[in-house]
């Protein structure tokens, strides 16, 4: 308490104000918006979302090479590729990876890009713990990867499933260090996900333009706002069982030891409380892009836009009451079963509402099948197969068949890859422009989504066959005679087919890019889009609007360039180039860049190796997170000698109201405000 | 066989939908609208066709609380299928009629909609009554299966006719199945009052212990009770009912019937380590005076002949006789080598000497600590089966003779054959026999229990 008060203090007089630059040798804050260290201290909203992004996309390779093992193994009987320790290693990489270090951080590219700027916003709101979650995120997937060469190659890989059950999952039945990387580092994932949550929550309900009321926002923005909420209940408790389970292991607690009496029931509970809304965490953000492009390109504002939000807020509410549906075999009593698989299937009332409104948001449009357009349609049929997989299982008895083998593989990976990441694919095409000021090239982008459709199909709708025909899941191998052999080739072939398309989408950034600089600038809205971040130049400039924008309609940027007649036929009003904003501004303050969010972040892997390896390395990575939170605390709100003439920008903001009363300090120095807000409470509740 | 026979009746319909379509009155939209189904169903024929001649088929019931969930399941992945032909036809058809090629013009406006309430609440309201009424048949069929039926099954243990209800104790470890059969009841209630941390290494002895192959008889109930020594396994025969787990600490209720004799594949479900790929288990139903034949040769010690009966008694006595023979080698083998994990019955276990009792090992074992004790197959009755270790081997070849290079090469190095890790009490160690000792042991195991007959050892076989 003390330590925050003392800059207020300190600001109080003016001849004191030369000795808070710079309080306990704190460094001055890095500067300047070019090469490599304006990427890696900033705090910009669209750099973050960029880099989650990239990290994301290295990850999705591990990943992809994963699978690409698994079904290499799979392709024919009694594979020898990999030996079955390996596999189980494999295989657990492969879901954690793709969950944790792709599906959730590309969902967290688009919403830190995409929901300041579909809000209105400069920033989000707490800009540095923006960077500390990308930098949190990325540490801790390095941690987590490090386990596969750490103490030998294949050594110490997680080995007991993302799932991983108690009691496989102790140390007596899994001795390796594997399951302590997979506790320790997804409990530095979760970090990442927790402070990304709540710094997105606040800047959705305390930073939206003026006149932007909730039902104004884009359904894009609503869905990540209802994954924001899921992640803030969700991941405390998947951090309680990791806690426990990392008790466990290294310290003999035996919450999970059946021995001294445990039940290891507990720890699927926990897990599926968490486990299942992470599947809305997952789908949910995809939904919400393919919800931004398909009204684009049907020249349609998305049909029923109330129900499509309740919808999601109502799979987002249904999702904490429906864990057990993974549990349907575990042994809980008939009425459980019956109460779980009853509750699971009225989750596809709004799922069936979102499709339906999907095509009828399509149905009498006048459709352009632009890449974009062909991945989200792409979600709307494939999305549909796992929602109807989903409601074969959600029928309990049904289940008791289906459950544990192939066939649930296929009903994940079409809500999955067929749901999420065809919606991300969708969303990368649609917003390239605006975050890279290219297109994409359309061409290849077709060989793109074909090639991925059709491996995809290939890959996973064999899987349903192989699933009735019995075949379990997390098999490292099968023996001829069982009927399994066909349909595991056709979807080994399927899965380089996969991998052909993705590397087509690589292709394309390459090509496209070379190929922009013959072609005029795409301007600020290439595809005549319908909400705020299409409003300003491409790429967005750093302080995203030149000036603040005053909502009045849900679609706004869209109502500023077209009007609906009586007869309801749509004029043209404006051009896109006239109205958004060019990015001219100068003057605009910003927040500036910080050390700290990234020497926080590289203490935590120190920590997690010191309490798998040796407590001394828990010190160092200790002294760079205390430091870090001490650096950052102490940290000026600006640098004094930055020319960023805020004063001005000040000025302005005093005048306009947001709605919400802190929002002349929030939206323009929102870093400020952190600090400020906090040491301005924290000095009224020492007074009084 | 039903599920197959649903599907196709409904595909003949397809094509014949189709073919009465030519009175002019029919519009584009009629014969659209009938093409999903006959998609759906062809693909339900593509579906059950493929899974033909799988042993595993979830499709294919042989019992009635299989039929239950097969009853349940067809028709909803026919309405799925549909729904899914319906969203696929709308969306892709809406898509390429409504296509605009190159880029918009500034009059390309569709009309303007941005909802229908009426349509909206509609599509939230067919579903949900959809799920309620797909609901109150799951929760029937969930009754319906946790339900128990009270049966009494005479069998007879030595010469005593027994009132058995019929009832199998399932004991899930890494990575093999136990059945135990207890003919007098075996309360679970009771058991569980005793308060065990780990009861699967509490059971009390029983009539039968066998491993890999669960014998039943034909149309009778089997209560199942499922518990696990060591991790979660799922037990599951999908010809006769659905998987439930075998978790540690619990014992949970299951149950199964087949209605006729024969074969049934089952393989783990839950993934439980490093062998979880390579533990599976068969069910055999018998007729009844198979049945009665199996449990009467069940419930007698290891068949031994007279000299090697002998021979077994001077071991014991502390006499070292000289082995006269192979057989006679490998039971000193057995008793020196394989004592520490497994029970032979009349050869290194019996049941004229007290509890404490090295030749023993095994009651005393049943409730010691240590992960391996008692967590080995009891081989009284190894030659008797048509699989080992774990369910993965067939024990006889298909002319019925014993399949003796697997055998040997199991005992020669088992981890070659089936990943375990020993060193760590997960699986059967490498005792670094020597090939005169593998032919001895082998000779001694093949005269362990009385041969399955021609139609099962021809049956294990999956094709």
Known sequence: MAIIENPLELEAGDEVAQVAEKPLGVLTRPQGSTGWQSWLFTVDHKRIGIMYGVFAMFFFLIGGLEALAIRLQLAVPNGKILSPETYNQVFTMHGVTMIFLVIMPLAAAFANYLLPLQLGARD????????????VFVAGGFFLCSSLFIGGWFENVPNGG??????????????????????????????????????????????????????????????????QFLLLFALPVITVALFLLMFDRLWGANFFNVEMGADPLLWQHLFWIFGHPEVYILILPSFGIISEVIPVFSRKPIFGYSFMVASGIAIGFLGWGVWAHHMFVSGLGPISVAAFSVSTMFIAVPTGVKILNWVATMWGGRIQLTTAMLFAIGVVSMFTIGGLSGVTHSVAAADTQQTDTYYIVAHFHYVIFGGALLGIFSGFYFWWPKMFGYKLNEKWGKWNFWLQIVGFNLTFGPMHILGLQGMSRRIDSYDPGYGFELWNMVSSIGAFVIFTGVAIFFVNIYVSQKQAKHLPPVGPDPWDARSLEWMTASPTPEHNFDEEIVVEYQDHFWHQKWAEEEDGRVVRIAYAEDIAHDGSATDVHLPSPSYWPLVLASGLPFIGYGIIYNYWLCAIGGFLTLGAIFGWIFEHPDDPDAAHGHHDDHGDDGDSDHGTPDSDTVDTDADDAELVTASTDAGEASNG | MTSVRNLSAVTKEGPENLAEEPSPRHTRGMRLRRLPL???????????????????????????????IDNLIDPLFLISFVVFFI????????????????????????????????????????????????????????????????????????????????????????????????????DVDAFLDEDHANPAKHLPPADIVTSGQMIIPAGQEI????????????????????????????????????????????????????????????????????????????????????????????LRAGDNPSPANSVQQGLVNIRQLCSACHLVEGVNHFDDVPEDSVDNIYKEANVGVSLRAGAAPNLTHFASRSTFAG?????????????????????????????????????????????????????????????PSATVIAETFAE
């Open chain 1, 162 to 227: 993302w799932f991983n059950y108690a009691p496989n999952s102790g140390t007596l039945f899994s001795p390796t260090k594997g399951i302590d990387f997979y506790a320790v580092g997804l409990q530095i994932l979760g970090i990442a996900s927790l402070v990304s949550a709540i710094n997105l929550i606040v800047t959705c309900l305390n930073m939206r333009a003026e006149g932007m009321t909730l039902m104004k926002m884009p359904v894009l923005t609503w869905m990540l706002l209802v994954v």
């Open chain 2, 391 to 451: 369910g993965i081997f067939n024990l006889y070849n298909e002319d019925g003779s014993l399949n003796r290079n697997k055998l040997e090469a199991w005992l020669r190095n088992p981890a070659a054959l089936k990943a375990n890790d020993a060193d760590n009490l997960q699986g059967m160690p490498n005792l670094g026999l020597s090939e005169d000792q593998i032919d001895d042991i082998v000779a001694a195991l093949e005269t362990f229990g009385t041969r």
């Open chain 2, 223 to 314: 209560e199942l009770s499922i518990t696990s020594r060591d991790v979660i396994h799922s037990h599951w025969i999908p010809a006769l009912n659905g998987k439930r787990d075998a978790v540690p600490g619990r014992i949970h209720p299951w149950k199964l019937e087949a209605d006729a004799p024969g074969y049934y594949f089952g393989q783990c479900t839950e993934f439980c380590g490093l062998s979880h790929a390579r533990m599976r288990m068969q069910t055999i139903a018998m007729n009844d005076s198979d049945f009665a034949e199996w449990v009467d040769q069940q419930t007698t010690p290891a068949t031994l002949s007279d000299e090697d009966a002998a021979f077994i008694a001077a």
């Open chain 2, 38 to 68: 006959a998609l759906a169903a062809g693909s339900a024929l593509l579906l059950s066709a493929c899974a033909g001649d799988a042993e595993l088929d979830t499709l294919e019931p042989r019992g009635p609380e299989a039929e239950t």
């Open chain 1, 124 to 135: 989000v709101a707490f800009p540095r713990m923006n960077a500390l979650s990308l930098w």
């Open chain 2, 87 to 186: 969203i696929l036809g709308l969306s892709a058809g809406v898509a390429i009629k409504n296509r605009v090629k190159g880029e918009y013009e500034d009059d390309d406006w569709p009309t303007q909609t941005h909802g229908n309430a009426k349509a909206e609440w509609a599509w939230t309201a067919v579903p949900f009554f959809g799920m309620a009424f797909i609901g109150v048949l799951t929760v029937f069929a969930v009754i319906d299966l946790n339900s128990e039926e009270a049966n009494a099954y005479a069998v007879e243990v030595d010469g005593e006719t027994m009132q058995w209800e019929p009832h199998v104790v399932v004991v899930g470890h890494q990575w093999w199945w136990e059945y135990r059969y207890y003919f007098d009841g075996f």
